[in-house]
């Protein structure tokens, strides 16, 4: 709680969270191997390997967890990385792990009828636990979604292997054996439709709150423009005034132009982040709320496509009867694996323009 403490206070002062760490550390209080920044226990460790994926789950029987590692080692060059790591969850965790936990010591994949049949059973569903407001924990069993896709995943394996072994008896040979699940058990059709039906559902249910979100976007990037104008209009260490809000503009120490900030004069003394605000990542994150919510609304593209979108999906089109040049959107191939161009109404473009970012990089 002290470090935590310290962490806000020294982010108050400076805008740095690190500062208190990197202080202690030049004042010897830390051990001489200690890292010299915070950021290496915060830093993300990067992709996992396959081994490392399957090792999550601490699986008991080193050949078959040797065997999901070469299986999944196979594939990889046709799955993504997000792909890759659900396809080891399901064998690692839910399939394999699930049958040692329950059947402690088993080590083939020749399943008998009945551990089959418990396992889907199983697998059927799953329970969450809850803290209710009492602070008791009330554990709920719920059916699982994914259930029938999981089916198929562990179906594939053993298609996988049986293929594999007419091509590579000495290696995927001694692994061969009947699927658990059946072509029947593994048909997502129905469940698709479901799941299509269940979307359809819940897009019916928002569309009358879209005006809504438009509106409340737009404001919303309105306003923090604003603020953030009037922002560099005051002087440091001065009051200012905008949209009803009256903030303070405080001096610090280290003057940097590539941010601007605001204090909360009204704020509780206790509340020391809520009180500090980042005007210039307000804007900027008020701006690209906007942006994607008028790009996908106009377009009907995919996240992952909008992701991918920059200054260079942007190109023009001269149309052979007139020469008139047409500004198009190209869209990169996502989940369909087709590339799309929509057309650039005119009024998207007045839009923009009017915002005065034509110009910012898509990120």
């Known amino acids: 709680m002290d470090i935590l403490e310290a962490q806000d206070v020294t982010h108050a002062a400076t805008g740095d969270r690190t500062a208190f760490y990197r202080l202690l550390h030049r004042a010897g209080v830390f051990p001489p191997d200690a890292p010299s920044t915070i950021r290496a226990f915060t830093a993300g460790q990067g992709q996992l390997s396959v ?26 060059p046709a799955l993504d990385y997000t792909s890759l790591s659900a396809v080891s969850r399901v064998l690692g965790s839910l399939f394999w792990r699930n049958l040692e936990t329950h059947h402690p010591g088993i080590n083939s994949l020749r399943l008998p009828a009945e551990v089959a049949s418990a396992w889907k059973t199983r697998h059927r569903t799953k329970t969450t636990t809850t803290r209710s407001p009492d602070g008791s924990t009330v554990s709920v069993t719920s059916p699982r979604e994914s259930a029938r896709s999981d089916l198929a995943t562990v179906r594939a394996f053993y298609l996988d292997l049986a293929q594999w072994a007419a091509e590579d008896p ?21 469940h698709q439709r479901r799941v299509k039906a269940k979307i359809d559902q819940r ?11 438009v509106s409340a976007s737009q404001r919303n990037r309105l306003q923090a423009a604003a603020v953030l104008a009037a922002a560099r209009q005051a002087e440091p260490g001065t009051v200012f005034s905008v949209d009803g809000q009256t903030l ?16 909360e004069l009204e704020a509780p003394r206790t509340a020391v982040r809520a009180a500090r605000r980042d005007l210039t990542h307000e804007d900027h994150t008020a701006f690209w709320a906007w942006a994607a919510i008028e ?5 009907g593209i995919r996240i992952e496509e909008l992701c991918e979108l920059s200054h260079h999906s942007l190109i023009q089109y001269r149309l052979p009867t007139t020469g008139e040049l047409v500004p198009l959107l190209q869209i990169a191939p996502s989940k369909t694996d087709q590339e799309r161009l929509i057309l650039v109404t005119c009024s998207s473009i007045a839009s923009a323009s009017r915002t005065g970012r034509c110009t910012r990089p898509a990120s």
Request: proline letters at 9%; aromatic letters at 6%; glycine letters at 2%.
């Open 51 to 76: 081994a490392e994926m399957i090792d999550r789950y601490e699986i008991a029987c080193k050949p078959v967890r040797d065997l999901l590692v070469d299986n999944l080692c196979e594939r990889q």
């Open 295 to 299: 790009v996908l609304r106009h377009t």
């Open 170 to 190: 000495a290696r995927w040979g001694p692994w061969a054996a009947p699927s658990p699940v059946t072509s029947a058990e593994a048909n997502q059709k129905k």
């Open 248 to 263: 303070f503009r405080p001096v610090l120490k280290s003057a940097s132009g590539a941010k601007i900030w605001a204090q």
């Open 203 to 213: 897009t019916r249910e928002r569309l009358p709150a879209l005006p809504l979100l």
